[in-house]
């Protein structure tokens, strides 16, 4: 399995941000974006997951390869953790719940509703659902936002487990997670240029800003 990307350009707001952008990522490997703010690593990723179209480039991946985790947690509040997992086990139509638990350290709050857990134990339980997903490639915008420092490692545990298995993980984070197996990108030299009347012109995005 592989992920190509070719010439792609994407817009925030109906203005371009990023151009010329192009990687592949295979089985078993790790791709990390880096940085400033602003600069789109949030709009690449949305374009890639086919949250909003491209300006122009190509993107070759397997149908229903993907799985995208945000800045949102995802999480329904009046439900209970394991209730949250056998949610969305059942939209994907797996049984890892249980390892799911295991592998986020949430089987002692397995019972507690989603909307009485702390900021960090909600954002375990939000990446824990990537594992009830199935799909091979993970699509991460600043997952370890609210972590402490053994959740960040826990998670990078968890990357490891599913590149070793021959998944894939495309990440943008300012945070070191320790992956060796992570190639860098730095989208400095994608950032797209400036252009009399705004570049493109469209503002198709504009919900997305």
């Given at each position: 399995?592989?992920?190509?990307v070719?010439?792609?350009?994407?817009?925030?707001g109906?203005?371009p941000?990023l151009?010329?952008v192009g990687?592949?990522?295979?089985s078993?490997r790790?791709?990390v974006?880096?940085?400033p703010?602003?600069?789109g690593?949030?709009?690449l990723?949305?374009?890639l997951?086919?949250?909003q179209?491209?300006l122009a480039?190509?993107?070759?991946?397997?149908?229903?390869?993907?799985?995208?985790?945000?800045h949102?947690?995802?999480?329904?509040?009046?439900?209970?953790?394991?209730?949250?997992?056998r949610?969305?086990a059942?939209?994907?139509?797996?049984d890892t719940v249980?390892?799911?638990?295991?592998?986020?350290?949430?089987?002692?709050?397995?019972?507690?509703?989603?909307?009485n857990?702390?900021a960090?134990?909600?954002?375990?339980?939000?990446?824990?659902?990537?594992?009830?997903?199935?799909?091979?490639?993970?699509?991460?915008?600043?997952?370890?936002?609210?972590?402490?420092?053994?959740?960040?490692?826990?998670?990078?545990g968890?990357v490891?487990g599913?590149?070793a298995?021959?998944?894939?993980?495309?990440?943008?984070?300012?945070?070191?997670m320790?992956?060796?197996?992570?190639?860098v990108l730095?989208?400095?030299?994608?950032?797209?240029?400036?252009?009399?009347?705004g570049g493109?012109?469209?503002?198709?995005?504009?919900?997305?800003?």
């Open positions: 399995m592989e992920l190509t070719t010439d792609l350009a994407c817009a925030r109906g203005v941000v151009e010329g990687f592949s990522l295979t078993g790790a791709l974006l880096r940085g703010n602003g600069i690593k949030t709009t990723l949305r374009t997951a086919g949250l179209p491209a480039g190509a993107v070759s991946v397997p149908p229903e390869s993907m799985a995208y985790a945000a949102a947690d995802g999480l329904k509040a009046v439900l209970t953790v394991v209730e949250n997992l949610f969305w059942r939209i994907f139509g797996t249980e390892a799911a638990l295991v592998a986020m350290n949430l089987g002692a709050l397995r019972d507690r509703a989603a909307q857990l702390s960090g134990q909600k954002r375990r339980l939000g990446l824990a659902r990537l594992l009830v997903t199935g799909r091979p490639i993970w699509v991460l915008d600043e997952p370890t936002v609210s972590l402490d420092v053994e959740s960040v490692a826990l998670f990078a968890v490891r599913h590149l298995a021959g998944g894939m993980a495309l990440i943008a984070t300012h945070i070191d320790g992956l060796t197996e992570a190639e730095e989208l400095g030299p994608y950032k797209a240029k400036a252009r009399p009347g493109y012109g469209g503002a198709f995005d504009e919900a997305f800003a």
